[in-house]
């Protein structure tokens, strides 16, 4: 089984004491004139791991109207048991998210990590005593280290301690595990092979040039599937021999491969490819002759993730449908489709089949809905909910649903967006919420702040998948590439466009938010349509591309550079300097709310140091709150639940939303 990091929650809080920021420039950032005569900022006030920065005190009664919300909880499926009969799930009862077991259908979760960092993600040992390995980092460092959990609750540290870990896969008899690791030169990822009890037993199997990851081991145990991973858009697989550690090409043709699982009697491949095509299809591969198939009929959307049963006849898919999942069963030798579960709309993930019966775990959750794990028995045919997590109480009939519109942008392609409209006439103010990634999508998946928004405070809520969102097929995908970065920015300039065409929406009170990339797609949305929005909240995000490329964390630069562009070189160097949003700085007149973990190794803090002191230098209200003890994003409880009440209080002001 292989570890998948989970995407952190985008929030953010301030802190203590602040550290020297890692990457605020000396200089003042490209564009930005030194400043003669210095307007001194707001004096930052320290509470606990939060720092805020220029935020007003946040009111009793927005905390007592909110804290319903904030008590939403959901759980996900980790691991399933060889027998089928318990389930190890992450879900959060205290400040962070810890692995749970549950033993049947609402039983009782029995915490069994105990850790101060969030804990998301379990791989089970074979065998059944309960031992399994789970990953956390320090304060959202991003160095994850991984750990072994013994059956009564021992744990133990398997990894250096230091370096970056990434997956992990178990052997089938569960001797052996492998893992990428930059303990090499703190850059490349590399392939390593252990036992999973003693760190000093590991040994490196394959130096990469890049990111490399292991998928699974062969089933006799000789060999281990690896995946190159260049960009979104481009991945390669390999194969390793445990003994020697050669690696053995298996894809000659450029495209993606995301995922791939071995056949159980391993003379095939099962592998999730765009080879061939616009969209991720389900191929296999002949190991033996190079051969390739197609598996499904040529699909409308991409095939998102794949399981096979641990008798090696069914694979479980989920094909991405418009942001919705759908689970399909299919029979492992002829790729014939044998039905569909019964699920929901909604969003499908975490797919796990039990080793040693026919059951099938996984996540789902809705807009309307929190998430929760389920199973799937083959042999009933039934569906049955594992988990059934709090709302805080909340009328969940009251809860909005959203409505799937297109817009026409600039070029008159279609854009996707998710409408969560208010209940009664309006007019409505209008909250855009901007994905990050810039590789991700926008899902309908259960948000907090949302149902607020849409059903306290009456604002409209859209939350678009603009150009170069995945799930659309590599063609969309690669619509903001290097030089065409701003046609995104111009999608939401459409979507402001169609607001205003609504006569249920005030186009005078239209207010943008996102996180990482989708940060950036704020402040750039800010520089460009500023007139026509009034506020911007700015979570993790870009503000300059080049200082960004400069420091971010090195094993990830060159995969940046992939989507963005190199700035080493001259002139996408002045291009990216061109676009940046410090650069225009003096184009922002809206009011805006920047939010930061000091940790963040990906988009480093001084992103956010030089917006705020270059728009306050303006003249220009920003408002900032930093979290000491987080990083891209915010997991804790108490930093996510200070960032959501001040990111409400920051709307309803500037939308003129009043109690």
């Known amino acids: 089984m292989k570890l998948v990091l989970c995407a952190l929650l985008l929030v953010t809080a301030a802190c ?14 490209p564009g930005i004139a030194a400043p003669t005569d210095p307007t001194p900022g707001p004096t930052p006030i320290a509470t606990g791991p939060l720092i805020f920065d220029g935020t007003p005190a946040i009111p009793a009664a927005l905390k007592a109207s909110l804290i319903r919300y904030l008590e939403a909880r959901s759980a996900a499926v980790s691991a399933i048991a060889d027998d089928g009969k318990a389930l190890l799930i992450a879900t959060r009862l205290g400040q962070a998210s810890q692995i749970h077991r549950v033993t049947q259908p609402g039983g009782a979760r029995t915490q069994v990590t105990f850790e101060a960092e969030p804990v998301s993600t379990a791989v089970a040992l074979p065998g059944g005593d309960g031992a399994f390995f789970f990953m956390r980092d320090n304060g959202g460092d991003e160095r994850f280290q991984y750990f072994r959990s013994e059956p009564l609750g021992a744990t133990r540290l398997i990894s250096d301690g230091t370096s970056r870990h990434g997956a992990l896969v178990v052997s089938r008899d569960g001797k052996r595990i492998a893992y990428s690791s930059n303990a090499r030169n703190g850059k490349d990822m590399d392939v390593w092979l252990g036992d999973g009890r003693d760190p000093a037993n590991a040994k490196l199997l394959a130096e990469a040039k890049g990111q490399w990851s292991p998928f699974s081991f062969s089933p006799d145990g000789k060999s281990l599937l690896v995946q190159e991973f260049v960009s979104i858009e481009e991945q390669r697989l390999h194969l390793l021999d445990l003994a020697s550690g050669a690696a053995t090409p298996l894809t000659s043709k450029r495209g993606a491969y995301r995922e791939a699982v071995y056949s159980g009697d391993g003379k095939r491949l099962f592998v999730m490819t765009d080879k061939d095509g616009d969209l991720v299809e389900l191929q296999s591969l002949d190991l033996a002759s190079g051969t390739w198939t197609r598996l499904m009929d040529s699909p409308r959307w991409n095939v998102e993730s794949i399981a096979l049963s641990g008798d090696g006849k069914t694979l479980a898919t989920v094909t991405n449908e418009d942001g919705y999942g759908v689970l399909r069963l299919l029979d492992a030798k002829s790729g014939k489709e044998l039905g569909r579960p019964k699920v929901p709309a909604g969003v499908i993930g975490g797919l796990a089949f039990a080793r040693d019966a026919p059951v099938l775990a996984f996540s ?14 083959l042999r009933t045919k039934k569906v049955v909910r594992w988990t059934f997590s709090e709302v805080g109480g909340l009328d969940e009939a009251r809860f909005v649903e959203p409505e799937l519109v297109r817009f026409k942008s600039f070029d008159g392609r279609e ?48 939350v678009p998948n603009v150009r170069g969102s995945d799930g659309y097929g590599k063609a969309y995908l690669g619509l903001d590439n290097g030089r065409l970065r701003e046609d995104s920015v111009k999608d939401i300039g459409a979507l402001v466009d169609w607001i205003g065409e609504r006569t249920e929406l005030d186009r005078k009170r239209v207010a943008v938010m996102g996180g990482s990339y989708g940060g950036y797609m704020v402040l750039a949305s800010l520089v460009h349509f500023g007139e026509r929005i009034v506020a911007g909240i700015d979570v993790v995000g870009i503000s300059n591309f080049v200082t960004f490329l400069e420091n971010t964390a090195a094993y990830r630069r060159d995969l940046r550079r992939a989507e963005y562009g190199d700035e080493s070189d001259p002139a996408m160097r002045a291009f990216l300097t061109s676009i940046s949003p410090v650069t225009n700085v003096a184009n922002i007149k809206s009011a805006l709310f920047v939010v930061h973990g000091a940790n963040d190794p990906r988009v480093p803090l001084g992103e956010a140091e030089q917006i705020v002191a270059a728009v306050r230098q303006g003249g220009r209200e920003a408002w900032k709150l930093v979290a000491m003890n987080e990083g891209h994003g915010f997991a804790k409880r108490e930093n996510r639940d200070a960032y959501l009440q001040l990111a409400v209080m920051f709307l309803e002001k500037h939308l003129g939303v009043s109690r």
């Open 364 to 377: 789902f959750g809705g807009s309307t809905v929190s998430g929760d794990a389920y199973t799937y028995d």
């Open 16 to 29: 203590a004491s602040a550290p020297p920021c890692p990457v605020c420039p000396s200089e003042p950032p």
């Open 415 to 462: 854009i996707p967006a998710f409408y969560y409209r208010p209940r009664g006439p309006g007019p409505f103010p209008v909250v855009i919420n901007i994905h990050g990634g810039p590789e991700s999508q926008s899902r309908p998946s259960f948000s907090p702040l949302v149902q607020y928004l849409v059903g306290e405070s009456r604002v409209a809520v859209l």
